[in-house]
């Protein structure tokens, strides 16, 4: 595996692992707060063997810049400068949790360039009452000042970015994790109905999906990406 820093005009560095295939269409990986790259590595080979993987640690996580300031919306311009960088388009843009998240900003962003977007276990920020946990002790592998800054943000009242979920175009799959996870589920029902080609599928295995079940994670994946004739572009 490559991995490679890009430095964005910000001054913040983003790392980035490579995999796969150069000449094949590019897959890009988000990952969960607190998580960094390699969170997906039960998945990573799988799609390494179709896909050009392009795993981004997202700031304040892992091997990229701990600048100290985050929210969704710079996590969201990052990731278009890394884009920028690595001159990608026709992406295959896949987030987990707040990297689902920053998914749906990107593509409200910039349609144009996500083919198709895979986000799971997570609806756009609602409101409700999530109070930051304490900082466990010890090294951590990401800055704990992104904690509460998300949490705040996923603490939503206006629901703001609901509103754009009909400008998604691009096919979507929504992955939930079933009744074992925080997540309220029906709300991921209600996103589906939003994104105008939204495909919803249940894996019962909690919030991390790809994780607990990674083989059945994927095959939901490449089996709607062939439905949808995502690998041939």
Not at 196 to 205: D, E, G, H, M, Y
């Amino acid at each position: 595996m490559e991995a490679r820093s890009i430095e964005l005009g910000n001054g913040v560095r983003i790392a980035c692992h490579f995999s796969g295939a150069k000449s094949g269409p590019t897959m890009v990986l988000l990952h969960a707060l607190g998580e960094q790259a390699a969170s997906w590595a039960a998945v990573e080979p799988t799609f390494a063997s179709l896909f050009r993987v392009v795993n981004v640690d997202l700031r304040g996580h892992g091997d990229s810049d701990w600048p100290g300031v985050y929210s969704f919306e710079l996590m969201r311009d990052d990731v278009i400068e890394v884009f920028d960088a690595l001159g990608l388009h026709d992406v295959l843009l896949v987030g987990h949790s707040m990297g689902g998240t920053v998914a749906y900003l990107i593509a409200q962003a910039q349609p144009d360039r996500i083919a198709r977007l895979v986000v799971e276990d997570v609806p756009p920020p609602f409101p409700r009452t999530r109070t930051a946990p304490a900082r466990p002790e010890g090294e951590l592998g990401f800055d704990w000042a992104v904690v509460p800054a998300i949490v705040e943000q996923v603490n939503d009242p206006t629901r703001r970015w609901w509103t754009r979920l009909p400008d998604i175009v691009s096919p979507t799959l929504l992955i939930g994790g079933g009744p074992t996870s925080h997540v309220p589920q029906e709300l991921l029902v209600e996103v589906s109905g939003l994104i105008p080609n939204c495909t919803l599928v249940a894996i019962p295995a909690g919030h991390n999906v790809h994780e607990t079940r990674p083989n059945e994670f994927a095959d939901v994946v490449l089996r709607w990406l062939d439905d949808t004739d995502a690998v041939s572009l």
